[in-house]
């Protein structure tokens, strides 16, 4: 009989074709699976309770596994994972939870923070997007404030995706300013469309530079048009930090 197990842990998604196992690409969660089956010795598949895309980072990420056999000592598993692991993954905890817990459909809010830093920064630009005017926040606040009013998401969803709903509950969008040059957009929903953020982003930055009105903003996700929605922001800039679960 198996155990399920939650993992929690975090990767530097520069060097991975996203979370998800690609034919032709290397993934977090092909690397993870291949150390997983190496240490336990037996078949692992992980789950995810997402799939970021390629280069998409996450500081804070859960997955489960179901092991055929119980892991009497998780720390001492962690630290033996880390070490053979690739540097940019780092695996910070596992706990044996529920069989009916799932690291993807068991969550209830996600969060998301995409980084901007507004001079050249030899330190942040390897993690933030350096756009090449300074953006209106106060604007792109006002704008971002508004996807609380709205439930369908699709002008901001990757076309052609397996989703049945592109309906989410956008609980948090704000910009945050770090420092001088530095700021930061907070987005919590109980759930994401597939490049939903980045796509939000680059539209709110055509917001940032005057080529939008808040209004225009607003008729673009009444549209349910992704064609009417602004190009994408990088990905480099794009950090999954939280996932909540229902307290057990």
């Known amino acids: 009989m198996s155990q399920r197990y939650f993992i929690?842990?975090?990767?530097?998604g520069a060097k991975y074709h996203g979370w998800q196992v690609q034919p032709n690409a290397i993934s977090v969660q092909e690397e993870l699976q291949r150390v997983f089956s190496?240490?336990?010795?037996?078949s692992i598949e992980l789950v995810g309770c997402g799939r970021t895309d390629a280069g998409v980072h996450a500081r804070y990420f859960v997955a489960h596994i179901d092991a055929q056999q119980t892991i009497v000592d998780p720390d001492r598993l962690v630290f033996k994972l880390n070490s053979f692991l690739d540097r940019a993954i780092a695996i910070y905890d596992i706990y044996?939870?529920?069989?009916d817990m799932h690291a993807r459909f068991s969550a209830i809010s996600r969060s998301y923070e995409y980084h901007l830093v507004c001079r050249k920064?030899?330190?942040?630009?390897a993690y933030s997007f350096r756009p090449s005017f300074y953006p209106n926040f106060d604007k792109m606040n006002e704008a971002a404030s508004r996807l609380l009013d709205y439930e369908d998401f699709t002008s901001f969803s990757r076309l052609h995706t397996d989703t049945f709903t592109n309906d989410c509950d956008v609980t948090l969008a704000e910009w945050r300013r770090h420092d001088s040059e530095h700021w930061v957009f907070y987005i919590s929903a109980n759930r994401f469309l597939r490049n939903m953020v980045r796509a939000i982003v680059g539209t709110l930055l055509e917001v940032g530079r005057g080529k939008l009105s808040v209004e225009e903003f607003c008729a673009i996700i009444e549209a349910k048009d992704r064609g009417k929605a602004g190009a994408s922001a990088p990905a480099k800039g794009l950090f999954l930090t939280d996932v909540l679960y229902p307290e057990r």
Not at 96 to 99: F, I, L, N, Q, T
């Open 96 to 99: 044996a939870v529920d069989e």
């Open 8 to 12: 929690r842990l975090a990767y530097d």
């Open 38 to 42: 190496l240490i336990l010795r037996e």
């Open 121 to 125: 920064s030899p330190f942040l630009e």
